[in-house]
């Protein structure tokens, strides 16, 4: 590919300079309304020097990995831990959250682990990607998984997170948090006044439409925008943006299919064994006589990561694939059905 083709294929995001303000605003604003809120910030001597997403924040305890043990005590001491763990890769972090995860059930419901734990993961524009693996976090149970793309659902899910009584990983992307991770950007996703307050396991419908559903999250959602906006056809499109990963809203998502009988999803993950798999999967386990054309996905290339970003871009989905992904399934003539005949 080309230098220019790279550069246009690029992701803008919502500001990166309103996004750490919102998260460390809300922190402050939470602090002073609970006491028993603790924030904690883990690091890595092993990797390369990055600091938290609260380095704006002194956090009340900074410890090496591995560090989340820690944050369990203080949580079933009656704290709230908010955990910063950023500035390690989420592959570390695994083992520990699947234990933390399943300890309510292995306690027989006695103990409760209310802990918030913050993770950074994509990052286009940066030489620090991190491959967004959430679909190792979405199989393991009793833990919920969020990812915000505006400041209104950063708050509102960060506020959230910190009422449920068990663990919430909270996804950060790392364009969306400015030096060092991301290189700045104009303001792409929904403004915050233009979002309505929605619960923490609903997804929303950014464009609405009767052709085809297209499904994603995360950085997807501003590609998606980007791909629609390339077609001609773009009022058939409807955009849902899953905003929660696990428990994934599939209500919202099986009642746009019911309407639209098409289905394109974009996810940052691994081709085989995703999200997308997933989403693909229920729909197709519970609509297959709706279904107009087969269900499509757009996802990262199943290569290893590259060292820098122009060759980190081209494995990612991009627009071009995306609307190519949607032609695909609107050129596909409706079925004729007794009903319809």
Not at 300 to 322: F, G, N, Q, S
Request: hydrophobic letters at 45%.
């Amino acid at each position: 590919m080309s230098g220019s083709g790279i550069s246009q294929s690029r992701v803008r995001l919502t500001p990166t300079q309103t996004f750490p303000r919102t998260l460390l605003s809300t922190v402050r604003d939470m602090q002073a309304r609970d006491p028993r809120l603790v924030t904690m910030a883990v690091t890595d001597t092993t990797e390369l020097s990055l600091p938290g997403v609260l380095n704006g924040l002194a956090p009340d305890i900074a410890a090496t990995t591995p560090a989340l043990p820690v944050a369990v005590g203080m949580a079933l001491a009656g704290r709230r831990p908010l955990v910063d763990a950023t500035s390690v890769p989420m592959s570390s972090l695994l083992v520990d959250l699947e234990t933390i995860a399943s300890l309510r059930y292995r306690t027989g419901g006695m103990a409760t682990i209310p802990m918030v734990i913050l993770v950074r993961i994509g990052g286009r524009t940066t030489s620090h990607y991190e491959r967004c693996q959430w679909g190792a976090l979405c199989r393991i149970p009793g833990l919920k998984v969020a990812l915000p793309v505006t400041t209104q659902d950063l708050e509102e899910m960060l506020r959230s997170s910190l009422r449920e009584r068990g663990p919430v990983v909270l996804l950060l992307d790392a364009d969306l948090l400015g030096p060092p991770w991301g290189e700045g950007s104009e303001p792409q996703a929904a403004s915050r006044e233009s979002v309505a307050p929605s619960p923490l396991a609903r997804a929303r419908v950014v464009m609405a439409g009767d052709e085809v559903t297209l499904v994603t999250l995360g950085a997807g959602v501003a590609v998606a925008r980007q791909a629609i906006r390339r077609m001609r056809a773009r009022a058939g499109v409807e955009l849902i943006d899953l905003r929660v990963l696990a428990p994934w809203d599939r209500d919202a998502v099986l009642s746009s299919v019911e309407k639209t009988g098409r289905l394109v999803v974009v996810d940052e993950d691994g081709h085989g064994f995703g999200l997308a798999a997933e989403i693909m999967a229920s729909v197709t386990e519970v609509y297959p006589p709706i279904l107009q054309a087969p269900t499509q996905r757009v996802t990262r290339a199943d290569v290893p990561t590259a060292p820098c970003a122009h060759l980190i871009t081209p494995t990612l989905p991009m627009a071009k694939a995306i609307s190519a992904a949607i032609s695909r399934v609107m050129s596909i003539a409706p079925r004729v059905t007794a009903d319809t005949a």
